[in-house]
């Protein structure tokens, strides 16, 4: 499948897959998305954990259905489609929402888990969207990864979450480099709004695991 020509404006957003003849619900909202990555950790990854994962995002499927080589094979599509970003020289270069990623410091500048407070006031105040209200409808009718992503992208420059975003990714001029007071205040907000947890690493551990 194209994964590209899925995330346009002339398709919908993945919510159903055909699988040997019958079409079974992918939950994709937003918070499932999340969850998924939740549930990887390049510590404990096992084979029994990415099998859990995988049916954590189609729920229904029958759990004897597909060989293990076939959960690989589509868990595969199903990371293509979450990362996909029409952004960046390949998905390498970008995080699970598809955010071009400077590999440089933590080789990333959010967290979905650490700035989640900021990521809610920005999707409250410039998209009307209260993400806990979402969490209460049911999964089929919840914000979906596609819109989630395109909205947290888009975000203003003036939301606390870009404002955090620019702060860690804020390499000084040569100029600013002389002026002691901005520096001590540079470092200081990059030590506060420093990220602590790592997602970038359990995406790469997903996808390389088995490898």
Not at 9 to 16: F, G, K, Q
């Amino acid at each position: 499948m194209d994964i590209a020509s899925q995330h346009s404006l002339i398709e919908t957003p993945l919510d159903s897959i055909v699988i040997h003849g019958k079409k079974y619900f992918i939950d994709l909202s937003f918070d499932n998305v999340i969850r998924f990555y939740n549930l990887i950790d390049p510590d404990t990854l096992n084979e029994e954990i990415i099998v859990r994962a995988f049916f954590s995002l189609i729920p229904k499927l029958p759990h004897d259905l597909l060989s293990p080589d076939e959960i690989i094979e589509l868990l595969d599509y199903l990371l293509d489609y979450i990362n996909y970003t029409p952004y960046g020289s390949s998905q390498s270069d970008v995080d699970i929402t598809g955010e071009v990623m400077h590999r440089d410091n933590n080789g990333k500048y959010y967290d979905l888990e650490q700035d989640a407070g900021v990521i809610y006031a920005a999707f409250q105040m410039y998209a009307g969207i209260d993400l806990y209200k979402e969490l209460m409808k049911p999964p089929s009718e919840r914000l979906h990864w596609d819109k989630f992503q395109s909205l947290l992208m888009a975000m203003p420059e003036q939301s606390m979450f870009k404002q955090i975003m620019s702060i860690r990714q804020r390499e000084p001029s040569k100029e600013e480099i002389k002026d002691a007071d901005f520096m001590v205040s540079l470092n200081r907000q990059k030590k506060f709004y420093g990220l602590k947890n790592s997602r970038y690493d359990r995406n790469v551990a997903v996808e390389n695991f088995g490898r």
